[in-house]
T-cell receptor, first 111, second 109 residues
Framework: DTEVTQTPKHLVMGMTNKKSLKCEQHMGHRAMYWYKQKAKKPPELMFV???????INESVPSRFSPECPNSSLLNLHLHALQPEDSALYLC??????????FGSGTRLTVV | QKEVEQDPGPLSVPEGAIVSLNCTYS??????FMWYRQYSRKGPELLMYTYSSGNKEDGRFTAQVDKSSKYISLFIRDSQPSDSATYLCASRTESHMRFGAGTRLTVKP
């Protein structure tokens, strides 16, 4: 299995909702990442979970919270989002920190 | 100033053309340089990566890094319609990676 699987592929949520994005990989990679990508913009790093240690981009608001239940799973919990949070959310994994394997992403729309 | 700058295009070429995609970067600490391809509504896919200056070839793709001018290039030979995608360069230090915004390429049959 050489894939990163993200669910759901599409999500529409209201500003008062709580939802979760899920990411799974079975390549034995020790690092997993959440990125946010707006149209025609580069992916922006949100969180890194590497060797059981979480690193946070301090510019990411607290309405986003990551969870790593085990080395194969990385969730992103969403709460009280704003319309400007609408974007493509990408999960990636890597063994060496150089070559990232990305999932297809979750396209999130906040209404 | 963005750490990695990339012309967003769009770039349109006929099938069979040689394509040149370029990025510049500002952080001298960058040591690793990557190229990703992103199809519409998909995540980026790693094409190749290089360490420091020099060339690296993989089939129709050649990556080139010139650290003296902080310039990164990707050449695609005999371009195909299936190469139509957005190409993102990325650079990495020991601690963080930065992506360019991507160049949208269309190869017309």
């Amino acid at each position: 299995d050489t894939e990163v699987t993200q669910t759901p592929k599409h999500l529409v949520m209201g500003m008062t909702n709580k939802k979760s994005l899920k990411c799974e990989q079975h390549m034995g990679h020790r690092a997993m990442y959440w990125y946010k990508q707006k149209a025609k913009k580069p992916p922006e790093l949100m969180f890194v979970y590497s060797y059981e240690k979480l690193s946070i981009n301090e510019s990411v608001p607290s309405r986003f919270s990551p969870e790593c239940p085990n080395s194969s799973l990385l969730n992103l919990h969403l709460h009280a989002l704003q319309p400007e949070d609408s974007a493509l959310y990408l999960c990636a994994s890597s063994q060496d920190g150089l070559g990232y394997t990305f999932g297809s992403g979750t396209r999130l729309t906040v209404v | 100033q963005k750490e990695v700058e990339q012309d967003p295009g769009p770039l349109s070429v006929p099938e069979g053309a040689i394509v040149s995609l370029n990025c510049t970067y500002s952080n001298s600490a960058f040591q690793y340089f990557m190229w990703y391809r992103q199809y519409s509504r998909k995540g980026p896919e790693l094409l190749m990566y290089t360490y420091s200056s020099g060339n690296k070839e993989d089939g129709r793709f050649t990556a080139q890094v010139d650290k003296s001018s902080k310039y990164i290039s990707l050449f695609i030979r005999d371009s195909q319609p299936s190469d139509s995608a957005t190409y993102l360069c990325a650079s990495r230090t020991e601690s963080h990676m930065r992506f360019g915004a991507g160049t949208r390429l269309t190869v017309k049959p």
